[in-house]
Structure formats: C-alpha cells, structure tokens
C-alpha cells in the first residue's frame, strides 16, 4: 500500500492506495472505491470507479497535479508527508511579493511610514495592467526591498509591513 | 489581389488571419519576437521574420522593423490584425509610405477615430448621440468643475484609449486627484499620450456594438450587433449575436447611427462602432429619450469578429482582404439577415479567483473541443510556454446554434471539452455565468462581474479527482514506485510517448531510492 498527500487551498487530503490484481483500492479516511484503469494515455485516465465510468485528465508538474473531471479543473500539490495541523505559510504574512513578473512603476510609501490598510503602497505593471500592491492591515513599513523601474521576478518580496 | 502578405501580430488572431490567406491563395509572413520563435503563428506562416527581443515595444510595436520585414520578404501588404499597431495612424500612413497596402481603414480615419476627444466632436456633429461629457480639458479643477456639472459618477479616460486602460469610475471629489494621476500614468505608459477627457458614468449600461464594413467605392453597411456585457477589468469575456435586449427597431437605428458615424470619418474595411445601451431608458422612452450613445469606434477587426461571421455568414477577413485590394463590396443593406445564434468565449490564462491575474506557465495539456457548431480559434498547443510578455488570451471559443438557448448549451457543453493544464484559466468562471440566471434573462451589464457575481472556487477537489490524481501516480510510463515489492505496471499503455506530459513529472519518482 501506498501513501498519498495532496494539499489543495491550506486543506490537506491524505489517501491510501492498494493494488488488488487488476484493480486498484483507494481509500480517503471512511471512503473507499474499487478502480479499473481502462485505458491511461497521454494523460487522459479512462477509469471505472465503483463501477462508474469517469474520465480523468491528469498532468503533472513537479508537486503539482493537475486534475479535470467533468469539465472542472483542481490544482492539488503533493506533498511528501502528513502535516500535523496547522499549515505554514511561505511567506511571514506582512511579506508582499509581486503575483507576477512586471516592472514596479510607482513607489508610493518609504520605510518606517505607517500606513492603513488597504493603502497603495507601490504599482506594479506587468502584462500592460496596473497591479496595485496595498496594505494587508495596518501597520508600518519595515521594509522596502525595491526601487522604481525596477523588474521584479514572480514571488520576488516587495515590501515588508509590520503590525503598528 | 496582393501576393503576399506581412501579419504584423501574433496568436490565434495571426493564424486566423493567415488561414483567409491561405483560402485566397496569398502566400503569408509572419513576424516574431524572441519569446515566440516556436510560436504557433510562425509555424503557420510560409515565412517569419525575427523582429526583436521579447517586450513589444522592441517588437510588435516597432513600425521600422516590421515595414522593413514587409520590404525584405517582398510582401505588397500588411495585416495589422488586433491591438499592437492597428490604431496606431502614423503606422497606417507609414505603410502607405512605403509602397505597401495597410489593411484597413485610411490613417485619417484612424486618427479621427483614435483620438476620442475629437471624435465625439464629430459625432456630436454627424447626429450621432453621445454620453454627457467634457474633452479637451487638462487642469485638475477644469476636471473637477466639470464633474460637478456631469454629476458623480464620473468616468475618466485617456484621450487615446482602448481595451479599459487608462480609465476609472470615480464616486465623489474625493477620488478624482488619485484617479486623474493614474489614468494618466497609465495612459501615457499603454498609447503614449496622456491626454484624459470626462464624462457621465451610466452604471446599468450593457455594452452594444455594431459591425460596420464597407469599400473604398462608397458601399458602407452595418453587419448587425454584438452584446459585449460580460466584462472583467474593462475587458470583454464573453460576447454573442444577437443581443437578446434589442427590438427590430432599436436594432436598425443603432446599426444606422453606426453607419452615419462611421461615414462621418470616410470609413471602409471593417471596423466596430461600440455603443452603451441602457434598457430602461430603451423601456421608458417616449419620443426623444435615448437609449444608446456612442462609446468609441474601433478602426479595426474585432476579437469578437468570428460570432458576425458565424451569423451573418461572411468571412470577414477575407473581405478585409479583398475590399483593401480594391474590390466592390457587392451586396445592399437588405441582402443581410441574422441566423440563428452565436456566442464567443475567451479563454484567458488567468486566475478568477485572485483578481484575474494572469498566469504564465507551459501547457501541459491543450486539448480543444470538437463537433457541430463549434469554432476554436487559439495561438497555443501543448508545450507551448504561456509568457508574461502578451495577452494572456489562449483561445476564442465560438459556438453557433439555432437560437440562445441551445447555443448556451452548446458552449456550456464545449467548454467542459476544452481541457488546458499547466496554467490556471477562467473555464470555470466562465462556466459559472453561463449558468447564472441573470446571463439567461440577459440583465447582465458591464459593472455585474465585479458588482453583482460572487463567484469563488470550488473549496474542496471532489473525491474523484483526488481518486485520479492518486492512479497518475502509477500510471507513469517508467515509474519506479514500488508497491507491495512489485513494479507497478501501466494498463493500456504499452509504448512510451515522448511528448506525455507524464515524463515531465520528476516529483513522480519519489520513494525510488
């Protein structure tokens, strides 16, 4: 038997996987289905699940999963272990970091200024759109990590705040 | 006819562009940049021509570089098709300078058409109805007095826009400094002119354009209309013919009123006369009330063009092609008529659920629906890298059907076929619409995605996708996980495929060591 965890929006599935001759067993805490793989290519799984016929497509990336059943796409994240309660975020939660690549445009805030939430701290453009970075919550800014003009990669921390 | 011609854009709208090419017997060029060099449209075209790195502004934008590709490869005309350069006059009359057919309305059209400051001014003088508003002001109190006289809500937009940039609603005084500043910057950044006019906010308006086409020999029509209201950020997403609000009558003055607006200008080739339409002014008119005012024309082929072509039962490409060359647009305004259905969706590569940011990565799975009434046109097959560099469209899909109500089905049907991995897309939203009860009574106006829709995602995956994304794990061709001691082997899949996207997965071997 194998042991599976997908993460999927701070949620964490964990399934137990069995072969059993020609079929499959997965179970997910009291749910449980018998699987025949009818045919699996090039990532389009044809499977009877419970004697149901369901078609899966299915891709992966690294940890990530890509599932589409019935017109309905899921991102899932495997990942190599079972998480005990709680779930740690990559980032502190007053680290902003740019949602895409772009060019920050505007700097609106300096360090050490206190600003209310939901203040336009700086303007970042990227695919010829404005993305305005704002303040989580209220706070003062510790950290500026970027100068105007400058080209920022995705995830790229931006500014920091802390709780005033 | 021309002999060759330069595509100076990239995508779903150059592959179609080139496929009207290919039915007309015209060899065809494509231009690219360094982010597209295994794009899709150069793999369509006979032969491209590397213009540049990847931001547009050294690329798609640069006039010299693609007129002098048009040059070199010998081409006697180029295609603009959308956004890039197809406003843009000084590349229209450029063109012209060289020797070469642009594709399209005069530079003088597009520059009267362009500005919409002095366009409204021509409207206004040519009869056509236009919102309450101001132009040609750029001090911050001429604004703010003008404001005062308009009335909040207000609209502020660039002079030059297009495509929601370079505009914002303001509420009250208090906003308008900030929305000025950033209107402005954004127009001065997206068309290089930050020029900004004000006018009357209408909240319920759907948004109504009219198809116009005509020759260079005075024949001039209108192609009926297209209701555009389900916008997200200024931006259409999805659109259909015709609009289930419009009467006969309102129908035909609109298409008139777009007819006059754009004879105002010397108009020919196609172009789009957009509209705001306000049903219940439409409903309580009596006499003089008026329902609809011009927005803005746009001096090009439409995103949207395909559900006119599906209705109406023209190519309107082809006819780009052939009136530019020269010929008579042969038909009357009486030889048109409306058939049956047709609605487009745009696929985006983007996340609904964050604000539609965008979202860039490579298609794993691209994998296109099929059957009766259905049209796809996309700039993307599996493997293809989805950039920050371009608009995140990924695909148009069209439906056409015999009436509204199974077209819906058609497209609800369709999209549960069009299976795109590797990058997040709107399917879902777009799915969520359809669905809702105010896009099958057509109340939906351009303000109901951010006002009225509360769409989130799904919270949870269903069980059956976790059931799948659990079997990719053994379905792997080559797979090494070990189960019970034994290697696991793959039903139904005999052979290795190079291009699976389940060989990309280096996270699939865990456990092998």
């Known amino acids: 038997m194998i042991k599976l965890h ?43 699940i419970d004697g149901e016929r369901v078609i899966a497509y299915v891709s992966s990336d690294n940890a990530k999963r890509w599932v589409t059943i019935h017109g309905q796409t899921f991102v899932l994240t495997k990942s190599p272990r079972a998480r005990r309660g709680g779930h740690g975020h990559p980032h502190a939660a007053g680290e902003l970091t740019a949602p895409m690549p772009g060019q920050i445009r505007a700097l609106n805030v300096s360090e050490g200024e206190a600003v209310p939430k939901g203040q336009t701290l700086l303007v970042l453009e990227a695919m010829k759109m404005e993305i305005r970075v704002q303040a989580p919550f209220d706070g003062v800014v510790s950290t500026i990590s970027v100068k105007a003009g400058e080209i920022v990669e995705r995830e790229q921390i931006l500014v920091k705040i802390d709780h005033g | 006819m021309f002999k060759k011609i330069l595509i100076a854009n990239r995508g779903e709208i150059a592959i179609r562009i080139m496929r009207a090419c290919r039915e007309l017997g015209i060899r065809t060029v494509a231009v690219y940049s360094d982010a597209d060099k295994n794009a899709l449209h150069v793999q369509h075209a006979d032969e491209a021509i590397h213009i540049g790195p990847a931001a547009s502004k050294e690329s798609y934008l640069d006039m010299e570089k693609i007129i002098a590709a048009a040059k070199k490869t010998n081409a006697d005309a180029i295609h603009p098709g959308y956004g890039f350069l197809s406003e843009n006059a000084s590349f229209a009359a450029a063109v012209a300078a060289s020797q070469l057919t642009f594709i399209g309305p005069s530079a003088e059209s597009i520059r009267l058409m362009g500005d919409k400051a002095e366009s409204k001014i021509r409207m206004k003088q040519a009869g056509v109805p236009t919102v309450p508003g101001v132009e040609g002001i750029g001090a911050e109190n001429d604004f703010k007095k003008a404001a005062k006289e308009i009335g909040y809500p207000v609209l502020v937009k660039a002079a030059a826009g297009g495509g929601g940039k370079g505009m914002r609603v303001v509420q009250d005084e208090g906003e308008l400094s900030e929305a000025i500043e950033s209107a402005r910057r954004e127009a001065l950044h997206a068309f290089g002119d930050e020029r900004l006019l004000i006018e009357k906010y209408i909240p319920n308006a759907h948004h109504v354009e009219i198809q116009v086409f005509g020759d260079q020999h005075g024949n001039l029509f209108h192609l009926f209309e297209r209701e555009c209201s389900v916008q997200r950020r200024h931006q259409k997403i999805i659109e259909e013919t015709p609009s289930p609000l419009l009467t006969p009558e309102l129908r035909a003055e609109m298409g008139e009123a777009a007819v006059r607006a754009a004879r105002a200008v010397n108009y020919f080739n196609a172009g789009t006369v957009e509209f705001i339409f306000d049903p219940d002014l439409a409903s309580l008119r009596h006499g003089s009330g008026q329902a609809f005012f011009f927005l803005e024309m746009n001096t090009r082929l439409q995103v949207e063009h395909p559900i006119t072509e599906l209705v109406v039962g023209l190519d309107l490409v082809q006819w780009q092609m052939r009136v530019a060359a020269g010929e008579r647009f042969p038909f009357t305004q009486s030889h048109f008529t409306q058939r049956g259905h047709a609605i487009e969706c745009r696929l985006y590569a983007e996340d609904p659920a964050s604000g539609f940011l965008p979202s860039t990565g490579k298609l794993l799975q691209f994998s296109e629906p099929r059957g009766p009434g259905i049209r796809v046109d996309s700039g993307f097959t599996i493997g293809d890298e989805v950039t920050h560099f371009y608009d995140p469209l990924l695909a148009k899909l069209i439906v056409h059907a015999e009436d509204r109500e199974r077209a819906i089905q058609r497209m609800q049907a369709a999209l549960k076929d069009f299976i795109v991995h590797g990058v997040l897309t709107n399917i879902d939203f777009l799915q969520a619409v359809l669905a809702h009860p105010d896009f ?74």
């Open chain 2, 440 to 513: 099958a009574n057509g109340e939906v106006t351009t303000r109901w995605v951010e006002t009225n829709f509360n769409w989130a995602p799904p919270s949870e995956p269903s069980f059956e996708a976790l059931v799948a994304a659990v079997l990719a794990e053994v379905t792997v061709p080559g797979s090494r996980f070990q189960v019970s001691g034994s290697r696991y082997q793959v039903p139904g899949l005999n052979e290795v495929d190079p291009y699976s996207p389940w060989k990309t997965g280096s996270g699939f071997r865990m456990g092998a060591n």
């Open chain 1, 6 to 48: 997908f993460d999927h929006s701070n949620q964490q599935y964990n399934l137990d996987l069995s072969s059993a001759g020609k079929s499959y067993r997965a179970a997910m805490g009291d749910k449980i289905v018998d699987i025949e793989i009818i045919q699996a290519n090039n990532g389009k799984l044809d499977l009877l």
